[in-house]
């Protein structure tokens, strides 16, 4: 599954969301559902789903550095209902990974991500990720190449009909997580009163 790329520049976030809308809106999209990847892109993602009536889903990833080479991926982990782990196993070796590094930082990152998803969605309150079948629509605000790439792997296995990226770096101060939260149980609320 190749995903479909769209760039926007520096742009106001109520102008991004309008135009992405349109954009979407011709398409013509059967079963949408706007992905954020960070807490950063939730309110772009909000916008577009509210003008689209259509499902909010945030996917929370954690990645697992290199030993002594931080700025470098060598694995991801995904906070789907069953967490995914993804080793880029020839970074890992180039990287001389020793014994047990690996699973010692996939158990913080489960546990950063479980934190996480209980402050932005509550216990029981977020979305269920179920993206078999529908279109997807993810609103990148920067996200790795790296990490970006094992997301629409596990997009594709889980059942997408279509992967669509959107990169767009907007404008303004990012919201504070009580805020991010909101806007998701708001998102939520709604899309159960169209459907």
């Not at 520049?9 to 059967?30: F, I, K, M, Y």
């Amino acid at each position: 599954m190749q995903p479909e790329t769209h760039q926007s520049g520096h742009v106001d976030r109520d102008l991004a969301g309008r135009e992405l809308a349109d954009t979407l809106s011709a398409l013509s999209l059967a079963d949408t559902v706007i992905v954020a990847l960070s807490p950063q892109s939730v309110d772009l993602a909000f916008d577009v789903a509210q003008r689209l009536g259509c499902e909010l889903d945030l996917l929370l990833v954690g990645r697992i550095p290199a030993p002594g080479h931080p700025e470098t991926t060598i694995g991801t982990v995904i906070d789907l209902d069953v967490p995914q782990t993804v080793i880029d196993e020839d970074l890992a070796r180039k990287f001389h990974v020793p014994p047990g590094y690996l699973n010692t930082e996939r158990q913080h990152q489960l546990l950063e991500l479980e934190r996480r998803h209980f402050m932005y969605l509550g216990d029981g309150d977020g979305p269920c990720h179920d993206h078999a079948g529908k279109d997807v629509v993810i609103v990148d605000h920067g996200m790795e190449a790296a990490i970006l790439q094992l997301v629409l792997q596990r997009l594709g296995v889980s059942g997408a009909k279509s992967v669509r990226v959107v990169r767009v770096a907007v404008s303004g101060e990012p919201m504070d997580d009580r805020a991010v939260a909101q806007l998701l149980k708001q998102a939520k609320r709604f899309h159960k009163l169209l459907h």
